[in-house]
């Protein structure tokens, strides 16, 4: 449980600076395209054409247009005017504003602008939950409420263990303990990072869906076997076999027990209690 005070400021921020960057995010090398590609699986797995989605966090859009590609009605949403700009004008570029109902700021701790039992699924990938610390069960409570009986929560939060498996090195003096204690990522605990977010342990992110209405159907990992071995992903991709190989074992050891905080995210799939 985070003891960091959340501050929408800052994370706006942080957030309202270089958005192409963003957008190029999930395909700027191999690994984070698996990333990509896992995390789409889950959005392809769990939704169907026509479903009424809340986006929250939607940055630029990539998630956006899978979304429109599964055909759903999507209500994009972020707490960055900046984000938003961007997602329209990709929406307008590459064709999948046919889909959005609108564009709204929004923050996941105060859903308001929405009535109660309003949507099909809520999509929050890409960390907004790891965003909010203090104020998660109030974010969870807000997406519950907005979700209509038996609706999907489907987000993507940011994992400890895969996290500082893949970057022990990169931690000050290559000890993550002040990270570890309990989770959260600041400049007390890291100096010198303007990224400030919580980095969840599994049981920790079952219990907060579980207290706060939900059931857990799935928790999975992104990524696993490529955030260990990138140096050997740029040849694989070269390869169109291996590299589809490797996307299938990918969703395969997702949500594999043994892996599920194998990734640097961990991605939640949870359904409304009746
Ligand atoms: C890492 S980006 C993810 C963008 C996109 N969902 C993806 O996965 O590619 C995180 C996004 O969450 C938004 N965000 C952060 N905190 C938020 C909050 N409390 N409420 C709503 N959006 C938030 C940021 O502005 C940013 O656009």
Known sequence: MSSFKYSAEHVTAY?????????QRLIQNPEQEVKL??????????????????????GPGRFTQTLHEIGCNILVSDISEIQLD???????????SASISDWQKVDVTDLGQFTDNSFDAVVAYGGPL???FDHLDQALSECHRVLKMDGLLIASVMSLWGTLHRYFASF????PTPVAANGDLTAETYPGTTHFCHLFRSEELREA????????????????MSS???EILATLRENPEQWQSLIDMEIEASDSTGMVEAGTHMIVIARKRS
Request: hydrophobic letters at 35%; charged letters at 20%.
């Open 209 to 224: 869906m579980i207290r706060n209405g939900f059931d857990v159907i799935t928790l999975a990992a992104s990524n696993t």
């Open 37 to 58: 590609h896992v995390h789409n699986h889950y959005l392809y797995e769990h939704l169907t054409k026509g479903l009424s989605v809340l986006e929250v966090g939607a």
């Open 130 to 132: 790891s965003y909010v």
């Open 172 to 175: 000050p003096e290559s000890d």
């Open 228 to 230: 260990t071995h990138t």
């Open 15 to 23: 957030y309202s600076i270089d958005v192409e960057r963003e957008w």
């Open 86 to 96: 961007a997602n329209r004008q990709k929406a307008k570029e590459l064709g999948f």
